[in-house]
């Protein structure tokens, strides 16, 4: 919860703080919210069209919400992408 915090108020210095630490657990939990935002939207999805339908029927505001979900992933993929990036140039310069 304080990391994802940190990546709100002052992501590049939390995202060098879990790389400086080389804390694992911390890096995929932080790393891996897109991914994990995106499975949970496709498990709402799908149980929510069991529940409701009965089946697996999906219209246009269940497609549009998995497109909305994956472009919204995919958004802070390539943010999160940019820090560690940055952060991996930066202590390249320093070295």
């Known amino acids: 919860m304080k990391n994802l915090y940190g990546l709100c108020s002052h992501p590049l210095l ?50 549009f919400s998995f497109l909305a979900s994956s472009l919204i992933s995919t958004l802070i993929f390539f943010v999160l992408a940019n820090f560690l990036l940055t952060v991996i140039k930066k202590e390249r310069r320093l070295r």
Do not use: C, H, M, N
Request: net charge positive; no cysteine; glycine share 6%.
């Open 14 to 63: 939390t995202t060098s703080k879990i790389v400086k630490e080389k804390d694992i657990s911390q890096g995929l939990l932080i790393f891996g919210l897109p991914i994990y935002f995106w499975l949970a939207w496709i498990f709402v999805l799908l149980v929510s069209r069991i529940f409701i339908f009965r089946e697996l029927r999906f219209g246009f505001w269940a497609k």
